[in-house]
Every structure is written in structure tokens, then in C-alpha cells.
């Protein structure tokens, strides 16, 4: 396989924009999800249309051997990555002393352990042959606290930090680490999240734009992107550091409460 990228949550979304970007490309793919029929059916469409391989790794990065799983199955097949892409990451309304914990669990496990596993298992490799690009989806959600999604924000505020501690670790090598930090963005996350019906999810990018971005950014050796926000939200993260935290939390409060 040549210039392969591998993708986590690839079978719907910012995933699988970011996979259809790569094999315009002409670059080979790892594609990572639960979906089998979904990653199977990307699969048959990219090599058909680009010509490209694409190898399919059916796994659910919330259970915790699943990041060491994919690095076996990958070494096994005589596969190496050139970009790791971990995109895989879900969200979750309401009071957190009210929400299922076995799901805000699976939501740090997904969203904070699976992607730092699977840096620390393919990051050496990159970092031995001197070459490699890894990006990082986070959200805008990591520069602030989230009340009403408490534990979804503070998990991305951890991608946010270990990508950028990253980078500044790597600065003497060709391999890089770039975050990407979409705004309110059209794929599952809003429904399966419960927030379809928040200000916050009002209006919303296009997850092939938001994908364009973070793959540019990726290709530039770039250290984050923010993408995918209205004229408002730009105004209001340029405002954080003056706002008080009091005020700064009500306002996050009320996008987030779901409207009846």
C-alpha cells in the first residue's frame, strides 16, 4: 500500500469526507469503525472510483484493546501508516450527575484513551523512519467549559493540549501533529448527541468543508485549524479571555439547552 492514511470513525461523517479527500489523492486507506456494511460499501466505492486499496478494520475504539488490536492487525499486513487520522468521537447532552455514566465512561474512553493509545502505538514508527502527519479532530468546544455537555467538552479540551504537546515534542523531526477544531457540523453527532435541537446546532458546516480544512492543514504541518463557525461564534471565542467565567458559562448554558 502507498501514502496510506488510516481513519477512525471513517464510515459516516468528517471520517468518511476525510477518506473520500485522501483517495481523490491517490492515497491508500485503513478505514476503522462498528459499521461493517458502512466501511464495506466506502471501501467498494473508493477503489472503484480512485483505483486506490482499501483495507477494512471493523472495530469499536470504546473497548479498551481495540487501539493495540488495530496496531497488530495493521503490522500484520505489512501496512504502514503515513497519516493517522483519529476522528472517531461522539458527545453527549445534559447534567452530568444525571447522564448514564456508563456512556460518559465509553465517551472518555472513545474520545480521550483510544486516540492517545493509538498515537503512542503508531507514533514511534513515524517517528523511526523520520516521516508521518497525524491529525487530531477536536472542536471548538475545547477552548471552553461545557455545561450541559461537561464531560464531551473537557475530552476534546484533552485533544486539543496532547496535540499541540505533541507537535512541540516533534519540532526537530519531518513528523507532525495537527488539531482540528470544527464548529457545529452536518453529520450524526448533533442527533446521536442530543443536540438537534440547541442554538448551538443552528447552523451548521458542511462536514465535507470542515474535512477539506483539517486535511490541508494536515498536508501543511499546520498546529490546529478552527473551521466551521458563524461570523457569532468567531466573536465569541475572540471574547473568551475578557468575558468573565461566570457569564462566559451562562452563555454556553443557554446554546446548549435543548429547545422545546
Known amino acids: 500500500m502507498k501514502n496510506t492514511a488510516l481513519i477512525t470513525g471513517a464510515s459516516s461523517g468528517i471520517g468518511k469526507e476525510l477518506a473520500q479527500i485522501h483517495a481523490e489523492q491517490g492515497g491508500d486507506l485503513v478505514i476503522v469503525a462498528r459499521s461493517e456494511e458502512k466501511l464495506n460499501e466506502l471501501k467498494d466505492e473508493l477503489e472503484s472510483r480512485h483505483g486506490i486499496s482499501v483495507t477494512v478494520l471493523v472495530k469499536d475504539l470504546a473497548e479498551a484493546g481495540a487501539p493495540k488490536e488495530i496496531y497488530d492487525a495493521v503490522k500484520a499486513a505489512g501496512i504502514e501508516v503515513d497519516f493517522l487520522i483519529n476522528n472517531a468521537g461522539f458527545g453527549g447532552q445534559g447534567k452530568f450527575h444525571e447522564r448514564d455514566w456508563q456512556v460518559d465512561h465509553a465517551m472518555i474512553q472513545l474520545n480521550v484513551v483510544a486516540l ?141 439547552e435543548v429547545k422545546e
Open 116 to 256: 492517545t493509545a493509538l498515537c503512542r502505538y503508531f507514533l514511534p514508527d513515524m517517528v523511526a523512519r523520520n516521516s508521518g502527519r497525524i491529525l487530531n479532530v477536536s472542536s471548538t468546544a475545547s477552548l471552553l467549559p461545557g455545561p450541559l455537555q461537561a464531560v464531551y467538552f473537557a475530552t476534546k479540551a484533552f485533544v486539543t493540549s496532547f496535540s499541540n504537546a505533541l507537535a512541540a515534542e516533534l519540532h526537530d523531526t519531518d513528523v507532525t501533529v495537527t488539531a482540528l477544531l470544527p464548529g457545529a457540523t452536518e453529520t450524526e453527532f448533533a442527533s446521536v448527541s442530543g443536540m438537534e435541537k440547541t442554538n448551538l446546532f443552528a447552523n451548521m458546516a458542511s462536514a465535507r468543508t470542515v474535512a477539506e480544512d483539517g486535511y490541508n492543514a494536515m498536508m501543511a504541518g499546520k498546529l490546529e485549524v478552527i473551521t466551521g463557525i458563524t461570523f457569532a461564534n468567531k466573536i465569541m471565542l475572540g471574547s473568551i479571555p475578557f468575558t468573565p467565567k461566570k457569564i462566559l458559562l451562562s452563555q454556553i448554558r443557554g446554546m446548549q
